[in-house]
């Protein structure tokens, strides 16, 4: 059985390992294949660069497989500091993962659409890669969907982190600060639609940034402070007492 120190390091280091492959397979792949707004573009680099989307999805899904484990690790450190807590933060990273799932098949229908196969034989070239970005752009709809339960989440993380006794309590706060302000953007997303406020963007995301990569480097590099006490399951204390 792990210790606490033990357990902190451990959820550190799939934090770092899910920030890193969801940055690369949500981020910087799309980046690299995705042309805003130009479907024949768009399409000309995935039949040129059709290896680089599956990476980006296979990322994806090493990126949920990831995020699960971290959920119970986090569960396991947190259960005896508020269980009812650590059972939300579960239930809300096991809402998302399905979903995310669900979603990467989006970018496979457009591999399949930009690869012309020939039972698409009836459809023309700039027919399919009008369909192949449609479902890029829906794969993007479903990370926004997603986005509601990523942000969430941390809510119930920060609370934690709040009342237990070996974490600072600010990673807590900046963490329920983040939360709330990317449920705010996330909902806000939804509504408008087409429309984006930048500002307003970049002004959440800095915001998720200040709250997750302090706690997830605090984890990984610090861990629990041994000179505070470290909470014990409930059993435990009552065998102790008794």
Known sequence: MRSVRQQVRYAGLLYILMCVTGLLGLLFIPNALIVRGDAVATA?????????LRWGIASELFHQVVFAYLALALYDLFRPVNRSAATQLVLLVAMSVPIMFLNVLNEFAALILVG?????????????????????RLHGEGIGVVDVFWSLWLVPFGLLVMKSRFLPR????????????????????????????????????????????PIMLWLLIKGADARRPWPRPAGVVRDAAS
């Open 116 to 136: 012309a196969p020939p039972f698409l034989a009836t459809f023309s070239r700039p027919q399919l890669d009008s369909l192949a970005f449609l479902f890029l």
């Open 170 to 213: 600010v990673l807590g706060i900046l963490l329920v600060i983040a939360g709330v302000a990317y449920v705010a953007h996330s909902v806000i997303s939804l509504l408008l639609g087409g429309p984006r406020i930048i500002l307003y963007e970049r002004v959440t995301m800095l915001a998720r940034a200040a709250g997750e990569f």
């Open 44 to 52: 000309n680099h995935l039949r040129a660069f059709p290896t680089l």
